[in-house]
């Protein structure tokens, strides 16, 4: 088998010539006939996808021997030195781990009352400004302890990997595809959101334990476990556990909107992230970093394009499917008599009785008896938590600035 590699490559660069033909003034790197396609990619810091959207990695700088300074080299080194270089490192890993516990600690507040207001169907204040959602998340802090708004967040993690380990799993043993190629058609395209549809399926009996552990009232709920939503997960498949009211509906009924609902979040979500990063992207190849510039500010501009991005894809996903959520919600919780507190005083609580067939009934029913905002309510969280999210990505996009130049 004949080698891929040229005559004279020897895994550092490629030379136009052998190893013992280099005289006393040769020069290994950087000779005007060396091809540019040989030079080594420095590895991307931790924690970024695509960092330098175009930037091609610049060759040696011609006409410098090995281990010399290039004419760029010391102008890096003055921006960055090591204690930048260290930090940079870091940059991108402390800034994702940021927006991670925005989107999944810091906000669970707004996810709990948010949840609590969607399946509230006698309420009378629907809260869908801002305004309201914060005075009765102070009441009910007042009233019952910050734990009353940090429920069911450990339910919430295990649903998240209980969903990406299905999908690993399906993906391994069946040929639907886990990611799309570049060259995608529409059989890969099927077979990619048929796996997304089963997944969500599969996770449902477990996200509808997670629901109820995040809208019942502290007041009345004993202090569940870590692995109750398992637990409660599985007892809701084989019809075991805890006893429900003949109102419950089965799995199958709910089969079809849990579908519906995670493959439509899947399909706006990657639409408007890839959209928002086609922009950013044609818009930072006008304005790429020089050579003699930080590496400050280029790694920020670099990596968060992906969190805007992916920031405005969940934003759009939920704003456009908050009243089907709304209806799905209720669906799940019916007939599980679970209790949730009273959105209108921020004490007392209330049990959810309703009598749904079906999601065309609760849609109907919906309409009929609280009108077009009834599926938006608790929507006013919506906008406190994505809110809470631009400040967090802002303060932190701050912070490691101040640092990094700082060191520089």
């Known amino acids: 088998m004949h080698p891929r590699r040229p005559d004279g490559f020897d895994g550092l660069g490629y030379r136009g010539v052998g190893r013992d033909e280099l005289g006393p003034g040769s020069r290994p790197f950087g000779s005007g006939s060396e091809p540019g396609s040989w030079v080594t990619s420095p590895p991307d810091i931790p924690g970024s996808r695509n960092l330098h959207w175009g930037e091609k990695t610049p060759p040696y700088g011609a006409g410098t021997p090995l281990g010399g300074a290039g004419p760029n080299e010391e102008a890096n080194l003055g921006a960055g030195g090591p204690g930048a270089e260290q930090l940079n490192r870091f940059a991108g890993f402390g800034i994702g781990l940021a927006s991670l516990f925005t989107e999944n600690v810091l906000a669970h507040p707004c996810i709990v009352l948010r949840r609590q207001c969607q399946v509230n169907y006698h309420a009378r204040n629907y809260h869908l400004t801002p305004f309201t959602v914060v005075n009765i998340m102070y009441c009910i802090n007042k009233t019952q302890g910050p734990r009353a708004l940090w429920k069911g967040m450990g339910s919430t993690f295990i649903v998240q990997g209980i969903t990406l380990g299905t999908e690993g799993i399906i993906s391994e ?236």
Not at 308 to 330: G, K, N, Q, W
């Open 173 to 408: 043993f069946t040929p639907l595809p886990r990611e799309l190629s570049h060259k995608w058609n529409l059989k890969q395209i099927g077979g990619h959101l048929l796996l997304k549809g089963l997944t969500h399926v599969i996770a449902m009996p477990f996200y509808s334990a997670s629901l109820i552990e995040t809208v019942q009232s502290e007041i009345i709920r004993d202090n569940p476990g870590i692995l109750d939503c398992v637990k409660e997960g599985i007892g809701r498949v084989v019809g075991l556990g805890v006893p429900h009211s003949k109102r419950l509906l089965p799995l199958m009924v709910l089969t079809f909107p849990t579908a519906l609902h995670g493959v439509l979040h899947y399909i706006i979500s990657s639409i408007v992230q890839k959209l928002v990063l086609f922009f950013l992207k044609r818009d930072n190849s006008h304005s790429l970093p020089s050579e003699s510039s930080t590496s400050v500010q280029s790694m920020l501009d670099a990596y968060f394009p992906e969190l805007i991005a992916s920031f405005a894809a969940s934003l759009c996903a939920d704003v456009m499917l908050y009243p089907l959520e709304t209806v799905l919600h209720r669906l799940h919780i019916q007939g599980t008599r679970t209790i949730i507190d009273n959105t209108d005083l921020g004490y007392e609580v209330l049990p959810i009785n309703t009598q749904y067939e079906g999601m065309k009934d609760c849609i109907n029913t919906i309409k009929r008896e609280e009108g077009m905002q009834g599926f938006y309510k608790g929507f006013g969280a919506v906008i406190v938590q994505y809110t809470l999210h631009v400040a967090v990505l802002q303060l932190t996009k701050i912070i490691y600035s101040t640092l990094l130049q700082n060191v520089s």
